[in-house]
């Protein structure tokens, strides 16, 4: 490809994305009314067709024995290494199936509902469980927790952990989002009418007026028949 034909090229390319933008501009109303429409959708969607979900969280701490007013750095070591172990035992069916059983719903309920984290560079484990129910929210992480000291007592042998937060009623759902979801549509409308306008244009091989004749014949226009609309 010589020199003059990069060119030529570069020359089109400049003059089609100038036709692209001022297509999108002239098409304005269709895009902002997309993006009204599919944000009004999101927002329906997400007010009435989305159930609520509440969280409860708890916070356990596995706290290190101390003797004669001593902190015993041997078991904060130990409680270092335990930690994942106490994670495992409150994700496990034995726990968990012992709280649906109280709580009169399904391990599977539990299992789906709860989340459990160790908060970073810290032997505090925190429990969570997010339903469409906040009080069974509430329920599901208080009993999880009494079961799980019950069961590192009777079965470890621990009686050193403690609850440092209790669970709370949750009186404000944590999803869905309103705004994300409203932000969302908003950019599915722009993107589906941007890319109707697009693909409309590239498909266009329609001649609209004088300057694309000249420009697709490579010769001067003479003249022109003027159209009237009866």
């Known amino acids: 490809m010589t020199e003059q034909e990069m060119i030529k090229n570069d020359e089109e390319i400049e003059i089609n994305l100038g036709e692209l933008f001022a297509v999108l501009k002239s098409q304005y109303k269709l895009i ?5 429409v599919m944000t ?3 927002g329906i969607v997400t007010t009435f067709f989305i159930s609520r979900k509440y969280q409860s969280t708890a916070s356990i701490y ?3 024995e101390v003797s004669e007013g001593i902190v015993d750095y041997t078991q904060i070591n130990a409680n ?4 994942n172990n106490y994670i495992e035992m409150l994700k496990g069916n034995n726990i968990q199936s012992q709280v649906a059983e109280t709580l009169e ?12 984290s160790n908060q970073t560079n810290t032997q505090i484990i925190s429990i969570s469980a997010t339903t469409t129910d906040p009080q069974l929210s509430k329920d599901i992480v ?3 927790v009494s079961t799980f000291k019950k069961e590192a007592k009777d079965t470890l042998n621990i009686n050193n952990i403690s609850t440092i937060d209790q ?3 949750a009186t404000t759902p944590v999803s869905p989002n309103l705004k994300m979801n409203l932000i969302i549509g908003a950019l599915i409308g722009a993107f589906l009418s941007v890319g ?5 244009f590239m498909l266009d091989t329609h001649i609209h007026n004088r300057e694309e004749a000249e420009k697709y014949l490579g010769i001067p226009c003479l003249g022109s028949i003027p159209y009237f609309d009866n």
């Open 32 to 36: 902002v009314i997309s993006i009204l």
């Open 40 to 42: 009004i959708i999101a």
């Open 62 to 64: 596995p706290k290190p």
């Open 80 to 83: 270092n290494l335990m930690v």
């Open 105 to 116: 719903i399904t391990t599977a309920q539990v299992s789906s509902s709860v989340s459990i």
């Open 142 to 144: 208080d009993e999880l």
């Open 167 to 169: 669970a709370q009623l």
């Open 196 to 200: 109707y306008i697009f693909i409309k």
